[in-house]
């Protein structure tokens, strides 16, 4: 990939597109983390639905 040289005439087109790609990678890092966290709660709720069979079964 060509990196493109700092003029007086792209310098705010080069700061753009870093900014934009920056902004891109952020977004994805949320968005990872927020599926991560629902994957973790639905296993943390799935947990404690089996707990909650597996003590019912010990108090019969």
């Known amino acids: 990939m060509e990196v493109p040289k700092l003029s007086e005439g792209n ?3 080069l700061v753009i597109n ?24 639905k296993k943390l709720e ?6 909650h069979v597996i003590s019912k079964k010990l108090k019969i």
């Open 11 to 13: 310098a705010g087109a």
């Open 18 to 41: 870093a900014c934009s790609a920056q902004l891109a990678t952020n977004l994805l890092d949320f968005a990872k983390r927020c599926i991560e966290k629902d994957q973790s709660q």
């Open 46 to 51: 799935h947990d404690l639905s089996e707990n």
